[in-house]
Structure formats: C-alpha cells, structure tokens
C-alpha cells in the first residue's frame, strides 16, 4: 500500500473500518453462538442434524448476525457530518467572556 502524500498520518479508510467492525463481530458471535450452541445442544440435545451441525448453525448464525450489525456500527461511528465537526470545535475553544474571579471578603471587611 503507497504511502500517503502530504507528511501526516492517515487513519483508516471507511471501508477498512467496515472490515475491521465485521470481523470483531463475526468473532465474538462466534463464541456467543458456541456457548449457546453447546449449552442447547447439552440441554435439548442435537436433534436430527447431529451435534457438528446444529452447533455449526448456531456459530454461524450468531457470527453473522453480530458482524453485520457491529460493521454497519464501527461505519456510523466513524462519519462526521461537518456540522457535527464544527460544534464539536466550538464547544472545545474558550469562552469569549471570561468569568469574574471573585474577591473573598471577611467579616472584617479585609481583604
């Protein structure tokens, strides 16, 4: 992959994000569907497809299902609608009136 013109880093594309979110998905909803998948199996048993197929299902069906939803997720985090950039930087910038630093005063009236 060709390096960058300009001298500044550059983050991942939108696409790469996709990728990226889709298979932090697939694994997890791998492991959720093995530990559904074998919990069901253990409790109802494999039923007529057998045991490596019944558990396949659930694996696959939980991989993709929360791939899809973490890909479609990880792309929405990463867009900025320039009105959303532009408040983000208004509300970081300094105030343009300063508050007053109050002056404690004592019973006494000293100061």
Same mark, same amino acid.
Request: hydrophobic residues 40%; charged residues 15%; glycine residues 18%.
């Given at each position: 992959?060709?390096?960058?013109?300009?001298?500044?880093?550059?983050?991942?594309?939108?696409?790469?994000?996709?990728?990226?979110?889709?298979?932090?998905?697939?694994?997890?909803?791998?492991? &959720?569907?093995? &530990?559904?998948?074998?919990?069901?199996? &253990?409790?109802?048993?494999?039923?007529?497809?057998?045991?490596?197929?019944?558990?396949?299902?659930?694996?696959?069906?939980?991989?993709?299902?929360?791939?899809?939803?973490?890909?479609?997720?990880?792309?929405?985090?990463?867009?900025?609608?320039? &009105?959303?950039?532009?408040?983000?930087?208004?509300?970081?910038?300094?105030?343009?009136?300063?508050?007053?630093?109050?002056?404690?005063?004592?019973?006494?009236?000293?100061?």
């Amino acid at each position: 992959m060709p390096v960058p013109v300009g001298g500044g880093m550059a983050g991942p594309s939108t696409f790469d994000k996709l990728k990226m979110g889709g298979m932090m998905g697939g694994s997890v909803g791998l492991i &959720i569907g093995f &530990i559904f998948g074998a919990t069901n199996i &253990i409790r109802f048993g494999p039923g007529p497809n057998g045991m490596m197929r019944t558990l396949g299902q659930y694996m696959v069906g939980s991989a993709a299902t929360f791939g899809f939803f973490m890909a479609i997720g990880s792309t929405i985090r990463s867009e900025s609608s320039p &009105i959303a950039a532009e408040a983000f930087t208004r509300a970081q910038r300094r105030p343009l009136i300063i508050p007053r630093q109050r002056q404690w005063v004592s019973r006494n009236g000293e100061r």
